[in-house]
């Protein structure tokens, strides 16, 4: 029973920490993106979650940056650039790319990479994967449902023992 209680306050913990983490990145202008291709391996790797801090400053040559082409997001390197166009290359690629990006493209700098956790995500967002969260979130509420109606049960028979044993001594 102490083992459902703990696993049920363990899930319950961990949706709290990943919504306020979310809050925070958000409020901060940091946006995750999913990584799909493998142009920027081995530095990001297909599947990765990308952190892009949309308040940016200047942009220097060397920089990862998410920019808007057409309706896709890519995620290349900055190998230069010549007023307000950049010229970007992704780390697998033999050439740089045909199109400069301009400034009004960019979506933000990469700052952090997470391997993997971007296949996670994608099956969050189909239709077994949302059955899936739903299954856990209602498994997780029996769970603290019935756990709690057991321990008040149980509290309720220990109550009514020590009551008898009182009553017997007397």
């Not at 202008?29 to 990308?50: A, D, N, R």
């Not at 790319?97 to 994608?122: A, E, H, T, W």
Request: net charge positive.
């Amino acid at each position: 029973m102490k083992f459902f209680q703990f696993l049920s306050r363990i899930v319950s913990m961990m949706f709290t920490a990943i919504f306020t983490f979310s809050m925070i990145l958000l409020f901060s202008g940091i946006y995750p993106y999913v990584v799909l291709s493998g142009s920027m391996e081995p530095t990001i790797k297909t599947g990765s979650i990308i952190l892009v801090q949309t308040r940016i400053g200047e942009l220097e040559s060397g920089d990862i940056i998410t920019y808007q082409l057409g309706n896709e997001n890519i995620t290349h390197r900055i190998v230069s650039h010549t007023g307000r166009n950049y010229i970007t290359k992704g780390d697998a690629n033999e050439q740089k790319d045909f199109l400069p990006v301009k400034r009004r493209q960019i979506k933000g700098k990469v700052v952090c990479s997470i391997p993997s956790l971007g296949y996670v995500v994608l099956f969050i967002r189909t239709l077994k994967g949302i059955c899936l969260l739903l299954l856990i979130f209602l498994i997780s509420f029996l769970l603290r449902h019935f756990i709690k109606k057991s321990i008040l049960k149980s509290r309720k028979e220990n109550t009514g023992n020590s009551e008898e044993k009182y009553e017997n001594k007397k």
